[in-house]
């Protein structure tokens, strides 16, 4: 290959790496640490902020839309605990989350995932996804009925601090719905079933019994509070934050700050969609009845210095004649965005576009297929590592008619080293000529002087689509390989700078430089010394520093990234040294390797005769 061309591939992969790590990793690592640091704070039981809330509930004339806050009747700033504990509550039971439903109030505002937790120990503390009004960080789901129509403002709806009773089972299981109840003094019963399913996804039937004298007209509201702004990574190909999707419009993605500042979002009504919260691994999203017309909106209010995000759907209004009843019905996803499961509730359930939850990004149709590679051999062997390393040589062997054409050509080109330093010597005042009489040579053997790059260059979307895969896929998150390796989707654990743990120092984050990145640096010397040393000293010198750069580099990027490098590069010398081999080209890597050790013995020889 061209060395010119070599350096040219080499520069720009080293500039997109720079790039990546110094505006991307770094900071996603940071605000991931910071999170982490507050997750295992508010597990702890720490104080809240003393913020005082407004009272919640859906009230006031025709559409008006509903709001959602804390309850009169709890203490704000209290621990989570003492939340829970300030008032009565149903059980949630199932094997894969287990919380609580608010009989003040009716809301689902107590929720824990039992599969997942804080750290790779697996006796520290599970996410915490819903927490109630008065708890540190308040996020709750919430349904109910808005008032409307003539004489509307004079009915009697639930509130927060409605309080209601229990009917049949105490607790909800897959295969025990729970009923709340509660009559108001004018004669309506109102009645709100949860049910669950063997995963995230809750069923909330609510219906209105009408015992009075006149017809009553109802609004169906749905809606999720979140108070305090979440942590987030900041990292620009993942999203985080208000989401939802609105008829033919699509997904649509808000940041945070985007409902602070610009005020609140109100898409025009439609009658399919969902709305709600994403974050890196979890979500809560509400889905109104399918087939009902529903007004959307993502707002945001800032009270007593703290603010509160929502996301809220208002249906249209049902009348209910004396002596009738009526109900209405949606769907709460509320857990982890495992990719199966979402998946699964697209089809199931019929919710449009609902895998895009996950954030595969602009490259979908390289970074899904990725993953479910990743996930088919995982299944059969049982770990994610070993699946890397596995579609690593499935990915060689379909580009393999690519690079067996640029290593070919490669071989040709070093047969002809001999020819091409004559052209430099007949030519070395005409640069013009020198370049012309290349050419002539470069079409008459049928050689692509640029063919040396393809290598590199496949390897970089391959490279991405993986970054993209460990980062935002939740089976990634926590998932072993060997050894000390415990976590693919975080950085080598160990450093040479402290011996790899033998000296009792944590050095800073710019020295951990793992085992897996050495392994990485090595076999990308390797690589580089399976070619001619260059004659230009500035290019030799490239090639020499190139693999310590990029092992700093790599050292902070995901385990499960760095092995795949290190794996991809050990193939790649063996299939070029195969195809090198079978051209009849010299390979000249241990004649470059013993070339270096024998440089540095004659510098030091002529360092002592000096």
């Not at 091409?420 to 008459?444: C, F, G, P, S, T």
């Not at 989707?489 to 897996?516: E, K, Q, Y």
């Not at 030799?540 to 990027?557: G, H």
């Amino acid at each position: 290959m061209d060395n010119k061309n070599f350096i040219l591939a080499i520069a720009l992969s080293l500039a997109v790496l720079i790039g990546w790590q110094y505006f991307f990793i770094e900071p996603q690592q940071q605000a991931q640490r910071e999170q982490a640091a507050e997750q295992v704070a508010d597990d702890q039981a720490l104080q809240g902020d003393g913020t005082s809330l407004p009272q919640p509930g859906a009230s006031g004339q025709g559409q008006n839309a509903p709001t959602g806050g804390g309850s009169a009747s709890v203490p704000q700033g209290q621990t989570r605990e003492a939340a829970l504990a300030a008032s009565e509550r149903v059980a949630i039971n199932t094997g894969r989350v287990e919380g609580s439903i608010n009989l003040t109030g009716g809301r689902l505002d107590d929720l824990r995932l039992k599969d997942y937790h804080l750290t790779v120990d697996p006796t520290s503390p599970t996410i915490i996804l819903f927490s109630p009004s008065g708890s540190p960080d308040p996020y709750y789901a919430e349904v109910g009925w808005v008032a409307g129509g003539d004489g509307g403002s004079n009915v009697q709806v639930p509130t927060a601090d409605t309080v209601w009773t229990v009917e049949g089972e105490p607790t909800l299981t897959p295969s025990t719905p729970v009923t709340l109840s509660w009559t108001n003094d004018a004669g309506l019963t109102f009645n709100r079933t949860f049910a669950v399913d063997e995963n995230y996804m809750f069923t909330v039937t609510q219906s209105v019994q009408n015992n009075t004298s006149e017809p009553v007209t109802l609004f169906p509201y749905g809606l999720i509070s979140r108070h305090g702004t979440p942590e987030t990574s900041g990292f620009f190909i993942l999203h985080e934050g208000p989401i939802g999707v609105f008829g033919e419009e699509g997904l649509q993605e808000f940041s945070y700050d985007d409902l602070i500042e610009d005020g609140p979002i109100s898409p025009e009504k439609v009658d399919n969609g969902w709305l709600g919260f994403t974050d890196k691994y979890w979500a809560s999203t509400l889905i109104p009845t399918p087939g009902a017309e529903f007004q959307a909106r993502l707002s945001a209010t800032e009270r007593g210095g703290r603010e509160i995000y929502q996301s809220d759907y208002l249906e249209s209004g049902i009348t209910i004649d004396p002596g009738s009843s009526a109900e209405s019905s949606n769907l709460l996803f509320a857990g982890a965005k495992e990719v199966d499961v979402i998946s699964g509730y697209k089809t199931s359930l019929g919710i449009e576009k609902f895998d895009l939850l996950i954030d595969w990004g602009w490259f979908y149709f390289l970074t899904k297929p990725m993953f479910y590679a990743l996930d088919f051999f995982y299944k059969l062997v049982g770990n994610f590592g070993v699946a890397i390393l596995i579609v690593t040589v499935l990915v060689k062997t379909i580009f393999f008619p690519l690079a067996n054409k640029a290593y070919v050509s490669m071989s040709k080109m070093k047969k002809l080293q001999p020819e091409m330093v004559k052209l430099r010597e007949r030519y070395k005042d005409d640069k013009v000529k020198q370049q012309q009489a290349m050419m002539e040579i470069y079409k008459k053997e049928k050689i692509n002087p640029v063919s040396g790059c393809v290598p590199i260059l496949i390897q970089i979307p391959v490279f991405f689509a993986l970054y993209k895969v460990i980062l935002v896929t939740i089976e990634m998150r926590h998932a072993p390989f060997f050894g000390w390796i415990q976590d693919l989707s975080a950085p080598d654990p160990t450093t040479i700078f402290n011996l790899f743990g033998l000296i009792p120092w944590d050095p800073p984050s710019f020295l951990m430089i793992g085992i897996w990145p050495l392994i990485m640096g090595f076999t990308m010397w390797m690589q580089m010394k399976m070619n001619p040393t260059p004659p230009d000293a500035t290019q030799a010198m490239i090639f020499n520093w190139m693999p310590v750069i990029f092992t700093f580099m790599l050292a902070s990027f995901p385990a499960g990234l760095v092995i795949y490098w290190a794996w991809n590069n050990s193939l790649s010398v063996l299939q070029q040294y195969v195809i090198m081999r079978r051209q009849g080209v010299k390979v000249e890597l241990w004649d470059n390797i013993s070339g270096v050790f024998k440089r540095k013995k004659e510098s030091n020889e002529g360092g002592s005769s000096s």
